[in-house]
């Protein structure tokens, strides 16, 4: 159980091109979604939160519209990366989590490269 | 900000050997967790801890909460080459997490 899919696994993309990557609940309500972001070999950074059918709530330093994130239903994220640039290439990954206090689960994240 | 400190970076052991990891705060975290990650792949959940002193296996892998809720230790025993990877610690507070930098496992055949 608690099986979290992200796709696409990996997009190359030119510079300016807008980029939508979907995180998806399979078997379970998520109503918590979180999008984290890891440069190599490093740790893996929290972009934002969000709930569904509420705003998310985005960590310092992360640009709101740079980095757009929908949780429409109880088992679907998206995050759209507007406007790409090269230096918004990484791994991003995606997690989710049920009720209060169960641990999250994360997706295979998704491999975004610029060029 | 909260941070989790893990180290060495690197381990390295013979297959067989058993291998403890410790994760330490100077912040009180409600829930430690220890995820694995392989190459360009998301984390995997080994094990969630959400009681202080609460000691949990899974297999071949047992943490421990500290008793302070500043600390959290995983061992992994009779280590076979797939444990390879990246072992990060995790602690909670408010439904988010905090992460470790990691520590990279190499087991020699």
């Known amino acids: 159980g608690a099986v979290v899919s992200q796709h696409p696994s990996w997009v190359i993309c030119k510079s300016g091109t807008s980029v939508k990557i979907e995180c998806r609940s399979l078997d379970f309500q998520a109503t918590t979604m979180f999008w984290y972001r890891q440069f190599p070999k490093q740790s893996l950074m929290l972009m934002a939160t969000s709930n569904e059918g509420s705003k998310a709530t985005y960590e310092q330093g992360v640009e709101k519209d740079k980095f757009l994130i929908n949780h429409a239903s109880l088992t679907l994220s998206t995050l759209t990366v507007t406007s790409a640039h090269p230096e918004d290439s990484s791994f991003y990954i995606c997690s989710a989590s049920g009720q209060a206090n169960q641990p999250q689960h994360f997706g295979d994240g998704t491999r975004l490269s610029i060029l | 900000g909260q941070q989790l400190n893990q180290s060495p970076q690197s381990m390295f052991i013979q297959e067989g050997e058993d291998v403890s990891m410790n994760c330490t705060s100077s912040s009180i975290f409600n829930t430690w967790l220890w995820y694995k990650q392989d190459p360009g792949e998301g984390p995997v959940l080994l094990i969630a801890?959400?009681?202080?002193?609460e000691l949990t296996s899974n297999g071949r892998l047992t943490a421990q909460f500290g008793i302070t809720r500043k600390d959290s230790f995983l061992n992994i025993s009779a280590s076979i080459p797939s444990d390879v990877g990246i072992y990060f610690c995790?602690?909670?507070?408010?439904?988010?997490?905090?992460f470790g930098k990691g520590i990279t496992l190499s087991v020699r055949p």
């Open positions: 801890l959400y009681k202080a002193g």
């Open positions: 995790a602690a909670g507070a408010n439904s988010k997490l905090t």
